[in-house]
């Protein structure tokens, strides 16, 4: 994902391997809940091209079956991000930093807690409430 890209939704998902992958360009509120992943991957994209990430990304209830951090707990790189309910993760070898000076206005919640939060599905639980 890379450009502006935007209101994108991941949902229900397997990942076997790879990573939630982002090439810059200020990719902004884009929302991947409900996801199992062996974060075996890293994020691409050169640094010239922009920030890593835009505003409002969410990861909600994703589960890393490697306990790799990158691009899964994303509340030091990502603003105004909301992490919740990711399994417990450890850094691992790329360690990203902020592109933006200040507070990012993060939030972290249900840490280690994957499947326990209510909604499961951030999506679908979103969906239910259209008219």
């Known amino acids: 994902m890379e450009g502006l890209s935007s209101h994108n939704v991941w949902s229900r998902g397997v990942m076997e391997m790879g990573t939630f992958d982002t090439h810059r360009g200020v990719p902004f509120a884009n929302v991947r809940t409900d996801i ?8 691409g994209g ?23 951090a990158g ?9 105004y991000s909301a992490t919740v309910a990711i399994s417990t993760v450890r850094e691992f070898d790329q360690i990203d930093v ?6 990012l206005r993060t939030r972290l919640e249900a840490y280690g807690s994957p499947g326990g939060v209510r909604p499961a599905n951030l999506y679908e639980a ?3 409430l259209r008219w």
């Open 36 to 43: 199992t992943v062996n974060n075996t991957g890293r994020h």
């Open 46 to 68: 050169d640094a010239g091209a922009g920030p890593l990430y835009g505003a409002r990304f969410t990861h909600w209830n994703v589960t890393v079956t490697n306990e790799r």
């Open 71 to 79: 691009l899964v707990r994303i509340g030091g790189v990502a603003p």
């Open 98 to 103: 902020p592109d933006f000076a200040g507070d």
């Open 126 to 128: 979103q969906r239910e």
